[in-house]
């Protein structure tokens, strides 16, 4: 933490100075878009919640005449969690600046600190930057895994609602696009695109959800600087797939005792009472997840209903090589059809026992598991360079 992380006289010098206007000129505090757009569930009472959703379908047969005999099927569920993580700030203010101000420093700080909260959130759950350790993957990264991915292109409208463009890559999973979401710089890109009929596909209304839409699906311009161009140029899905719930609202407490210290060595940078200072704490905590159920067009729960229009430089990431065997010594057989779930985002190893990832930079929790046999979990570290891992399942007893 930085010596100099406070808001000192001079930063707070417009505010205490006679000023030429009555009030301070600011933007609204823009949320996050992720909240705004996704499914809220009721206030997490706990650090974890559980979800279950469907993770194997029943399946019908026809009976082999009068007598036939009716064949049994099963159907079962898996757990997805929701964990709480915490965002938190401190901003120490002297008590003679506030003292000195014309205007209220407080009340000018907590939005702007509540907005960086939203950005935060959005940056982590749609860009996985910053990811929190108990969290999934991010929106980006799981869309990646599912192959949802669509190449920069000349053709902006292929690419976008093609055969095989971002839109089609979340209808083929069984999703419909209720929402977009994309840079500022992408409405010049769009303002010329026209469907075989001429009439422009990305429009401005007053009757929509948003005053944009894109083929009819209400698109965002996140205002508030967690859109990461380097990851995606647009991104398009179902948000009423991914869900969130609150354990801690967003709780503002202003602090006159005690100090502040530096995380990295424990010194004391700050000492509120010596010092005649106060102290702006904010604490929010969430969990969010994408539950992603068996559907009859993705059984096995390998899609996404998210996809992404990837940057000319496609964003960088490490080929993760999972290789799942049973037996031992020199008895060992390739497993095929294990299903192996990094942090979310699911793949089925094909005949050789194989299911390859592309993965930022990051650590992730492995989970493979396959009916029959006992479930393992991995820890992998992504960094510069490919990850093999060989994993050897047990059978159930």
């Known amino acids: 933490m930085p010596a100099n992380n406070m808001i000192s006289r001079e930063q707070a010098e417009a505010l205490i100075r006679e000023q030429v206007v009555p009030e301070i000129f600011q933007k609204a505090a823009t949320q996050s878009t992720f909240m705004g757009l996704a499914r809220k569930l009721p206030n997490m009472t706990s650090k974890q919640t559980r979800i279950r959703v469907l993770d194997v379908l029943p399946v019908a047969y026809w009976v082999n005449g009068d007598t036939g005999f009716k064949q049994t099927t099963e159907q079962a569920w898996d757990n997805v969690y929701l964990t709480a993580a915490e965002l938190a700030v401190i901003v120490p203010i002297p008590e003679a ?116 839409a894109l083929d009819g699906a209400p698109m965002y311009f996140p205002a508030n600087g967690s859109f990461d161009t380097d990851r995606a140029q647009l991104i398009a899905g179902d948000f009423s797939q991914a869900v969130f719930a609150i354990r801690q609202d967003i709780t503002v407490k202003i602090l006159d005792q005690g100090v502040i210290q530096d995380p990295s060595n424990g010194n004391i940078i700050y000492n509120l009472a010596q010092q005649d200072m106060i102290a702006l704490r904010v604490v929010f905590r969430m969990g969010w997840a994408l539950p992603n159920p068996a559907t009859a067009l993705d059984g096995d729960r390998l899609g996404c209903p998210f996809a992404y229009l990837a940057p000319s430089t496609p964003m960088t990431t490490q080929t993760v090589t999972f290789t799942v065997t049973t037996g031992s010594g020199g008895d060992t057989a390739n497993v095929e059809g294990a299903i192996v779930d ?14 390859v990832f592309n993965l930022p930079a990051g650590n992730y929790t492995a989970t493979i598991k396959k009916k029959g046999y006992n479930t393992d979990t991995e820890s992998i570290t992504v960094a510069s360079s490919a990850v093999t891992k060989s994993v050897s399942l047990t059978p159930a007893t």
């Open 97 to 212: 600046v506030l003292d000195d101000a014309e205007f209220d420093i407080m009340g000018e700080v907590t939005p702007r600190v509540i907005e960086a909260i939203g950005k935060r959130v959005d940056e982590a759950v749609i860009f996985d930057k910053n990811r929190p350790a108990e969290w999934d993957a991010g929106i980006i990264v799981r869309a990646r895994q599912a192959g949802n991915n669509v190449a920069n292109s000349s053709d902006l409208y292929a690419a976008i609602l093609g055969e095989n463009g971002v839109f089609n890559k979340v209808e083929e999973y069984g999703y419909a696009v209720n929402g977009v979401i994309a840079s500022r710089g992408m409405r010049a890109k769009l303002r010329g695109l026209r469907d075989d009929n001429g009439q422009p596909i990305y429009n401005t209304t007053m009757q929509g959800a948003t005053n944009y």
């Open 342 to 355: 990094v942090n979310g985002a699911r793949l089925k190893t094909n005949s050789s026992g194989v299911a």
